[in-house]
């Protein structure tokens, strides 16, 4: 199907219904929450070669969901209070037939909103989404020229990505921007603020660069923990232009945690101004192209895929399938090195589970922590990361790193070598529950 015969299919109407939002409305009172928030990847195809990408996107999904089929998960989506859906890929414009899924899911009610590189979104392309009534459009750039186009294996993708951003205003859509943090964009976080507000971007959102899919196989642009001191102390630099700028920052669920900027950074994000633990399987639900449900959209895998709706329905995934369960029933006894004796381990639990998973193995432990950074800082300690296996090459793999703690000071560093090292555990496959046992690396 082609673009233009798409937009045919489009209905003509005078007004599209009142959008919802990915917003709790009431507290969880049933068998299970209500997932307000959907992530769709409705295509793996790109356009582009990231090796940052956690799903590896660039071809198709083997088997990914007809037009129908499509349309038939939408209304299932609404079925069970869905408020938001976000359309992601790969590169969800490679489908002609997205201006039919967004019209289908504002048609039902809900908030259709995607993320995109840009790297070919065309007027075209911005003319059918707004038609068809998409909601908002989140382009993600990662840095100033450079460092984006060498994270994203395309020459000329950041000046794609703003030329998308033109095309998508001048549609008439609600264009935000969000950033990936790593050792590539880092330095780059001022100008790009500068840059993005001088194109009219007023909400931007910031996530680190979480261990998984490629980027888990480049270390070399992953952010080490002990960096976080100095990120935040940069990031309320950020806050503080924005401001000036008129410019909403809004950390994503891997940015944290529980430091002194917390309230400043999601008090307009959370109730209460902190972040309140992982809401896969709570609140969010993943989906993949060929219709496999899962908690978290940043994670695959059969620990994290609770079935098809080939097989199910979407409604009996959600509330039955025990992976999507796995964050509502885990308890703090789930926890283990530094998150398990942490004052905010009720809370938190570790922080968010797409970074704490790929890293060791499994969720529990998470040394991206501001608060956690700044007690070590304050013992003269800090932690590092260090690959110890690359993924297999799949959509939403890992592989598995160790966490080494050593001496702030460089010259007890050397002298002294590691405090200690935390090896990665056995997977949730392995053991279900609890902390899992660490692994015997020098064995294999």
Not at 101 to 106: G, L, N, P
Not at 244 to 252: C, D, N, R, S, V
Not at 269 to 291: D, F, M, S, T, W
Request: with cysteine; glycine share 10%; proline share 5%.
């Amino acid at each position: 199907m082609k673009l233009k015969e798409a937009r045919k299919r489009l209905q003509i109407v005078d007004q599209l219904p009142t959008a919802d939002s990915r917003r709790l409305s009431k507290t969880w009172s049933g068998t299970a929450p209500v997932p307000r928030l959907a992530v769709w990847e409705i295509t793996l195809a790109c356009d582009q070669q990231c090796i940052h990408c956690g799903s590896r996107a660039g071809a198709a999904r083997p088997g990914e969901l007809s037009t129908e089929e499509c349309l038939d998960l939408v209304r299932q989506m609404k079925d069970i209070g869905v408020g938001e859906v976000v359309l992601v890929g790969g590169e969800a414009y490679l489908r002609n037939d997205f201006i039919l899924i967004i019209r289908a899911i504002r048609d039902a009610g809900m908030s259709a909103t995607m993320t995109t590189g840009g790297r070919t979104l065309t007027r075209a392309r911005a003319d059918a989404m707004v038609e068809a009534g998409i909601s908002a459009v989140n382009v993600s750039i990662d840095g100033m020229e450079q460092a984006h186009d060498r994270l994203r294996g395309s020459e000329g993708s950041w000046r794609a990505a703003f030329a998308a951003m033109g095309h998508l205003r001048a549609a008439g859509a609600n264009v935000h921007c969000n950033t990936q943090i790593n050792r590539l964009s880092r330095n780059d976080l001022r100008p790009l603020q500068r840059a993005l507000a001088q194109a009219g971007v007023t909400a931007w959102q910031l996530q680190i660069t979480a261990p998984f899919g490629n980027a888990g196989d480049h270390p070399e642009i992953l952010l080490q923990p002990y960096m976080y001191p100095a990120l935040f102390d940069e990031l309320e630099q950020l806050a503080d232009d924005a401001d000036t700028l008129g410019m909403k920052i809004w950390p994503a669920n891997n940015l944290g945690y529980f430091g002194p900027l917390e309230a400043r950074l999601r008090r307009l994000q959370k109730r209460g101004g902190h972040y309140k633990g992982c809401g896969a399987g709570r609140y969010v639900l993943g989906i993949e192209a060929n219709g496999a449900i899962k908690g978290c959209p940043s994670l695959g895998g059969a620990a994290n895929i609770g079935g098809t709706v080939r097989e199910h329905s979407l409604r009996q995934i959600w509330e039955h399938a025990h992976e999507l369960k796995y964050t509502r029933e885990r308890t703090v006894t789930a926890l283990w090195g530094y998150c398990g004796q942490c004052y905010y381990a009720d809370v938190c639990r570790a922080g968010c589970t797409a970074t704490s998973e790929p890293l060791l193995g499994r969720p529990g432990n998470n040394p991206f922590c501001h608060h956690r950074a700044q007690e070590l800082a304050r013992e003269g300690l800090r932690e590092r990361i260090e690959l110890v296996s690359k993924g297999p090459g799949l959509p939403f793999d890992h592989g598995l790193y160790r966490v080494i703690t050593e001496a702030l000071d460089p010259e007890r560093r050397a002298a002294e070598g590691p405090v200690s090292v935390e090896q990665p555990r056995t997977s949730r496959l392995v053991d279900p529950s609890g902390a899992g046992r660490p692994l015997d690396i020098e064995a294999g």
